[in-house]
T-cell receptor, first 114, second 112 residues
Framework: DQQVKQNSPSLSVQEGRISILNCDYTNSMFDYFLWYKKYPAEGPTFLISISSIKDKNEDGRFTVFLNKSAKHLSLHIVPSQPGDSAVYFC?????????????FGQGTILTVHP | SQTIHQWPATLVQPVGSPLSLECTVE??????LYWYRQAAGRGLQLLFY??????ISSEVPQNLSASRPQDRQFILSSKKLLLSDSGFYLC???????????FGAGTRLSVL
């Protein structure tokens, strides 16, 4: 039972264009959502997060959108740069747990071409 | 600032041998600590978490165990490795009550 799904295993975009990474979830108890970026042979790095009381959060080139009714979130990267090429994981947290459990999606490989 | 150290970076072990991976966190106290495994082409699976010294919870039944002998030290162990234990192991920490987790660099374990 996969509660967080990233249905696109990979995405390829041109440098300077927008990258849109999508994530769907099924558990309505999730109240906090995060995006991580991971390079090969390295640990994931926290990128940006959003609380369920918001529908948008922006940090520089990165914007996360949350659609609670659709149980869908997306990460927009504008403009995309070759250094953004990595695996992107979305994750969700259920505030009811005492230890901050994160449930991760399978990841989407983003390739930004110069 | 807080840092997390995880070692070794890579490890090749024969089937049936023991395992010990270590993770330490600096610059914070009483963190929540986590061990994850990432199998090839898949997401991160939570293996163990700890909210304090000596307090370990397991998320999935497996051949591995974890211990937290000190506040900022988290150890992943096995008495006898299986081929299926191969993977990329990640340690992470978070402040108590926070959802953002910060990851170490990971250990690539190959069991042959």
């Amino acid at each position: 039972d996969q509660q967080v799904k990233q249905n696109s295993p990979s995405l390829s975009v041109q440098e300077g264009r927008i990258s849109i990474l999508n994530c769907d979830y099924t558990n309505s108890m999730f109240d906090y959502f995060l995006w991580y970026k991971k390079y090969p042979a390295e640990g994931p790095t926290f990128l940006i997060s959003i609380s369920s009381i918001k529908d948008k959060n922006e940090d520089g080139r990165f914007t996360v959108f949350l659609n609670k009714s659709a149980k869908h979130l997306s990460l927009h990267i504008v403009p995309s740069q070759p250094g953004d090429s990595a695996v992107y994981f979305c994750a969700a947290s259920d505030g009811g747990t005492s230890y901050g459990k994160l449930t991760f999606g399978q990841g989407t490989i983003l390739t930004v071409h110069p | 600032s807080q840092t997390i150290h995880q070692w070794p970076a890579t490890l090749v072990q024969p089937v049936g041998s023991p395992l010990s991976l270590e993770c330490t966190v600096e610059g914070t106290s009483n963190p929540n600590l986590y061990w994850y495994r990432q199998a090839a082409g898949r997401g991160l699976q939570l293996l163990f978490y700890s909210v304090g010294i000596g307090q370990i919870s397991s998320e999935v039944p497996q051949n591995l165990s974890a211990s937290r002998p000190q506040d900022r030290q988290f150890i992943l162990s096995s008495k006898k490795l299986l081929l299926s234990d191969s993977g990329f192991y990640l340690c992470a920490w978070s402040p108590q009550g926070a959802s953002i987790q910060y990851f170490g660099a990971g250990t690539r374990l190959s069991v042959l």
